[in-house]
C-alpha cells in the first residue's frame, strides 16, 4: 500500500479540568490515501471536532504524531508549521462566525494568499481571486461585498474559496454543511465533491449527518467518547456496521419506505459517560446490550476483523463467541 | 468602441439589477443610521462650530483674552443686567463687552472662545492617550491570555482602587513643584519649557493619560477576549496569518466600534476633569482661559456678578452634552441591538 497522505499514531488530546482528565481525542490511529475522503462521524461531544483541530495543530495535541507525508508535522518548528499551514487548511461549520464580518469577500479571499507572505501584485492577485471565487461559484459581483450581505450558502463558498487559496492539499471539513439548508447542502457537498476531482483534494469530513458522510465519504472512522471505535471503507460500514455502537448510529438512519415501518429501532439505553477519567476499557461498555466482564477489563485494541475494517470490541476477533 | 470584457461582465449579473448599485461598508452603513439620529446630529454640530470656534478663536474674539480694561472691570451690557436683574445695583453698564468683563475687565466672550480651545484640545488629547496606552495594554493581555493576562489585570485593578481625581491631584502638585525652577539643559527644563509653551496643558494631559487608559485597557482586553474565540480567528490561524496580522486585521476591526463609543462617552468626563482642575488651581497657566478657572473666578463672585460663572459654565455644560449625545448615537449606530440600553 502507498504512504498515506496523513496518518495519526496514537494522537491524545487530554483537557486539564476540575475533575481530572478529559480525554477529548484519545489514542487516534487513522491514516486517509491521497485524494480520498475520510468520513468521521459521532455523536455531539465525542471529539470529532477537536481531532480536527488537533491534526491542524490549533489545539496543541498531548501526544502522539501526526504523519503528513511520513513527516510529524508535531515536531515542526513555527517556521516549518508556517509552511506546513499551505497544505492543510479548514473549513468550519458555521459560516457566519468563521468569516471576518469587517472584510470584503476581496479581502477574505486574498488573505491566505497575503498571510503565506507571497507577494502579488495587484493584478495578479486580482485574477487570483476572481479565479477562486469563480471555481467555488461565486459570481464576481460580490468581490466588494461584506460577508453581512451574503446568505449561508454564499458565505460558505468564501469559507471554501479561502481554504482552496493556498492550493492545498488536505482539508478538513468540520461539519461544513450542518447549518445550512437542505437544497444548499447539496450545493457545498457536490462542490466539495467537484474541486475533490479537480484538484485531487484529500478530506476529512467531520459530521454527524450519516447521509452526508454515505454520500461524500471513501472511508468511515466511528467515533465514541474520544477514541475511535470502528473504522473501515464506507461500504462494509453501511453494510455491516461490527460495533453495537455503530449499529445504533446507522440504525438510526430514517428509511424511506413503507415496508420499513415495522422496523424496529435499534435505540441504545443510558446517556453517554462522562469522558472526564474514563475508566478502563470498553467506553461503550455502560450502554452496550452486549456487555460482558471482559469489556472493562483492561484497554481493546482495534482489531482487523475482515481487510481494511478494524473495530475496537469484544465481540470480535481472538475472544469471538 | 465597446469593451467585450466587460460586456460579458455586466449581462453575468443577476437578471437586470445594475452592477454599479453601491455598495455600503459597515461603516457607511453606520454612519447613515448615525444621521438619522437627531441627538447625534446636533452634538455632532455643536461640536463642529466649538471646533471651528477654537481654531479662528483669534478672528471670532473681539479682544485678546488677556486685554485688561480696569476701569471697565466688573461691567456688563444691558441684556445682562435685564437677565440677572440682581446685578443692577453692582455692575456697571458698559455694552463694548457682549457678555460682561470679568474683576480685571476682560472680555468674558473672548475668553470662553478661547476657552474652547483648552476644553477641545483636551477632548481630542485625552482619548488618543487613554486608545493607545488602554487598546495595546488590553490587546496583549486578551490576546495571550493566562498568566500574562492574570498579571496585567490586577496591575489595573490596583490602579483602579487608587482615587482617580486624587491621584492626579498629587502628581500635578508633585510635577507643578519639580519642574518649578529647573537648570536649563536637563530633562525637567525642557518638559517645563513644554509646558509653559502649551499653557501648562502638558501635564494635565499626562495627568488624564495615566488614569484614563485603565478603563480603556479592561474594555478591550474584554472584546478581545470575546473576539478570539471566534471562528474566524482560527481561520486566520489555519492560513498562516501571525499574531500581529491576526491582531490588527482581525480582532481590532471588529472591537473598534465598542471603543470608539466608549471613547466618545468618556471625552465629557476629560473635559470636565481639565476643568476642574482648573477649577482648584491646579490647570492651565493665568491667564490662559480656561472654562474651568474661569467658572472659578466667577464663582467668588457669584452673588454679585453671577454671568461671570454662568456663561462658561453653560459653554462647559452644552459641549458635555454634545459629546453625550454624539456618543449615544454613535453606540446607537454601530451597534443597533443595543438601543436604548445604557
Redesign the interface.
Known amino acids: 500500500m502507498n504512504q498515506p497522505l496523513l496518518q495519526t499514531v496514537g494522537l491524545k488530546k487530554y483537557y486539564k479540568v476540575k475533575a481530572g482528565e478529559l480525554h477529548a481525542v484519545d489514542n487516534i490511529n487513522l491514516s486517509i490515501q491521497e485524494s480520498q475522503t475520510l468520513g468521521v462521524v459521532g455523536e455531539s461531544g465525542c471529539g470529532k471536532t477537536t481531532l480536527g ?1 488537533t491534526i ?1 495543530r ?1 489545539v496543541p495535541a498531548t501526544s502522539g504524531q501526526i504523519l503528513f507525508r511520513g513527516e510529524n508535522i508535531l515536531e515542526y518548528s513555527g517556521k516549518q508549521m ?1 509552511e506546513m ?2 497544505n ?3 473549513v ?3 459560516p457566519y ?7 470584503t469577500v476581496y479581502n477574505i479571499i486574498a ?2 494568499i497575503r ?2 507572505g507571497t507577494r502579488l501584485e495587484k493584478q495578479n492577485m486580482d485574477k487570483r481571486v476572481r479565479k477562486l471565487m469563480d471555481t467555488v461559484g461565486l ?3 460580490l468581490i ?3 460577508p ?2 451574503l446568505d449561508g450558502g454564499r458565505r460558505q463558498r468564501i ?1 471554501v474559496a ?2 482552496l ?2 492550493n492545498p492539499k488536505f482539508i478538513v471539513c468540520d461539519e461544513p454543511v450542518s447549518s445550512l439548508d437542505v437544497s444548499i447542502q447539496a450545493q457545498i457537498l457536490n462542490l466539495l465533491m467537484d474541486l475533490q476531482d479537480e484538484y485531487g483534494l484529500t478530506y476529512m469530513f467531520i459530521t454527524h449527518d450519516l447521509s452526508v458522510v454515505k454520500h461524500i465519504s471513501d472511508n468511515i472512522a466511528v467515533m465514541y467518547l474520544g477514541e475511535c471505535v470502528e473504522h473501515g471503507p464506507k461500504d462494509q460500514i453501511f453494510a455491516n456496521p461490527l460495533h453495537p455502537y455503530s449499529q445504533a448510529l446507522l440504525s438510526a438512519i430514517p428509511v424511506p419506505s413503507l415496508a420499513a415501518r415495522s422496523r424496529k429501532p435499534y435505540l441504545i439505553k443510558g446517556e453517554v459517560s462522562s469522558p472526564i477519567n474514563p475508566k478502563p476499557g470498553c467506553r461503550f461498555a455502560p450502554r452496550c446490550p452486549h456487555v460482558k466482564p471482559i469489556c472493562t477489563q483492561g484497554e481493546l485494541e482495534l482489531k482487523e476483523v475482515t481487510p481494511n475494517h478494524f473495530v475496537r470490541c469484544t465481540l470480535y476477533g481472538s475472544e469471538k463467541p | 468602441m465597446t469593451n467585450p470584457v466587460s460586456l460579458k461582465n455586466i449581462r453575468a449579473g443577476s437578471g437586470g439589477v445594475p452592477l454599479t448599485q453601491k455598495r455600503e461598508s459597515l461603516w457607511g452603513d453606520a454612519f447613515r443610521r448615525l444621521l438619522r439620529n437627531r441627538a447625534a446630529v446636533i452634538g455632532g454640530s455643536i461640536i463642529i462650530i466649538l471646533i471651528l470656534v477654537a481654531v479662528f478663536a483669534d478672528q471670532i474674539a473681539i479682544m485678546h483674552y488677556a486685554k485688561q480694561n480696569l476701569v471697565a472691570n466688573n461691567s456688563a451690557p444691558e441684556w445682562v443686567l435685564k437677565v440677572f436683574s440682581t446685578m443692577r445695583p453692582y455692575a456697571q453698564v458698559n455694552n463694548d463687552y457682549p457678555l460682561g468683563a470679568d474683576y480685571a475687565g476682560r472680555d468674558l466672550f473672548s475668553r470662553i472662545v478661547y476657552g474652547a480651545r483648552i476644553s477641545l484640545t483636551v477632548a481630542f488629547i485625552g482619548p488618543i492617550i487613554s486608545l493607545i496606552i488602554g487598546v495595546i495594554y488590553g490587546s496583549i493581555s486578551g490576546f495571550f491570555g493566562g498568566r500574562v493576562d492574570n498579571i496585567m489585570m490586577r496591575i489595573v485593578d490596583i490602579l483602579y482602587a487608587f482615587p482617580q481625581l486624587l491621584f492626579i491631584i498629587l502628581m500635578l502638585a508633585f510635577f507643578r513643584s519639580t519642574f518649578a525652577k529647573p537648570d536649563p539643559g536637563t530633562f525637567t527644563y525642557t518638559m517645563s519649557q513644554l509646558d509653559s509653551r502649551l499653557g501648562g496643558m502638558l501635564f494635565i494631559f499626562i495627568g488624564i493619560g495615566v488614569t484614563a487608559w485603565e478603563t480603556m485597557a479592561r474594555l478591550t482586553r474584554g472584546q478581545v477576549l470575546a473576539t478570539r474565540e471566534k471562528e474566524f480567528v482560527e481561520a486566520a490561524r489555519t492560513i498562516g496569518s501571525s499574531d500581529l496580522r491576526i491582531m490588527f486585521r482581525h480582532i481590532l476591526p471588529n472591537i473598534i466600534g465598542p471603543l470608539v463609543v466608549a471613547e466618545t462617552l468618556a471625552i465629557p468626563g476629560y473635559i470636565s476633569t481639565e476643568a476642574f482642575l482648573s477649577f482648584i488651581g491646579l490647570g492651565v497657566n493665568p491667564p490662559t482661559p480656561s472654562w474651568g478657572s474661569m467658572i472659578s473666578d466667577g464663582s467668588a463672585v457669584i452673588r454679585t456678578y453671577p454671568n461671570q460663572a454662568v456663561f462658561p459654565a453653560l459653554a462647559l455644560a452644552i459641549t458635555m452634552f454634545a459629546f453625550n449625545f454624539l456618543g449615544d448615537g454613535l453606540r446607537d449606530a454601530l451597534d443597533p441591538r443595543l438601543r436604548g440600553t445604557q
Open positions: 483541530r491542524l490549533l508556517h499551514r499551505r492543510m487548511q479548514i468550519f461549520q458555521d462566525s468563521s468569516i471576518n464580518p469587517r472584510m488573505e491566505p498571510s503565506s459570481a464576481s459581483r466588494k461585498a461584506y453581512h450581505e469559507g479561502r481554504a487559496a493556498l
